[in-house]
């Protein structure tokens, strides 16, 4: 159980190892935690469960590329999977622990609505919504429908949901903040994940840290995607942000807005 405190610490996550060890969580159950598992253990953030999931599908990668090295048959195989370029989005409400003393029946409405209005507003601009976890979901662009201008649907997605979410008709008033990467990236669905669009990667990584420093209604975005977006948004330069579990400094930029440009060829030239 020291070799998962020690490879929890490397994903930057060290502050999870006692409830694992409390938990008797070691190497040959890792593959089997559900997202359900990792809230038991006190994960509460969406971005950290999702970068546990990434991680542990790495694993299996590297187990079975060992074994088929030895000749020896892979146990954890990746069934089908792709690489492709996509944009990842996380989202998540601000101060969502405001709601946990509400009543379970208003709680319920609440979160229905939010839901409901982020499956709508990503499937309006091409995306695909992976999975909803507590306040927050996560979304692609680029899988699995590719479209030319996905890194451009997924800001704007990211921007119509902040205004969307915040005039939602219900009796508390809600705000997201939003972090988006682009990258190539392994895509398919991992043999024992249980999970469909399974992506490996990077970029899922660097999308949940980026919205770790996101203010409410912000939508933060890497340099990754900074480039395929042109000219057709007003940015603000963060400078070089040093992101735990993100190897070196990375770029940030903080959407401000569409820019108003006479077309679309002007916005990428």
């Known amino acids: 159980m020291r070799q998962v405190a020690d490879w929890l610490q ?11 060890v409390e938990n008797d969580i070691d190497f040959s ?18 971005g950290h469960r999702r970068q546990l999931m990434h991680a542990i599908a790495q694993l299996r990668r590297r187990e079975s590329s060992a074994q088929e090295t030895a000749g020896e048959p892979p146990t954890l195989p990746i069934e089908t999977a792709e690489h492709r370029q996509v944009t990842v989005m996380f989202s998540d409400i601000v101060g969502s622990t405001m709601l946990s003393g509400m009543d379970p029946e208003d709680l319920r409405k609440i979160i229905s609505a939010y839901e409901k209005c982020v499956a709508e507003t990503v499937r309006q601009f091409g995306g695909f919504v992976a999975q909803f976890t507590g306040d927050g979901f996560l979304a692609y ?5 590719a479209h030319e201008d996905d890194t451009e ?76 977006l042109g000219n057709l948004f007003e940015l603000e330069d963060l400078g070089p942000l040093h992101l735990k579990g993100v190897s070196g400094p990375v770029r940030g930029f903080a959407v401000l807005r569409s820019a108003i440009v006479e077309s679309r060829f002007e916005a990428f030239h």
């Open 153 to 228: 649907r997924a800001v704007r997605a990211a921007l119509a949901l902040t205004t969307a979410v915040s005039n939602l008709t219900i009796q508390s008033a809600l705000q997201i903040r939003a972090g988006i990467a682009t990258g190539l990236v392994v895509v398919g669905q991992l043999a024992g994940s249980g999970e469909e669009g399974d992506i490996v990667g990077e970029t899922p990584n660097l999308a949940a840290r980026l919205l770790g420093i996101a203010e409410p209604n912000a939508v933060i975005v890497a340099e990754s995607t900074r480039k395929l």
């Open 29 to 46: 159950i890792l593959p089997d935690l559900t997202d359900q598992d990792f809230k038991e253990l006190g994960v509460a953030s969406l």
């Open 10 to 20: 490397n994903l930057g996550l060290g502050q999870y190892a006692q409830r694992f």
């Open 141 to 145: 662009f680029g899988y699995p429908l």
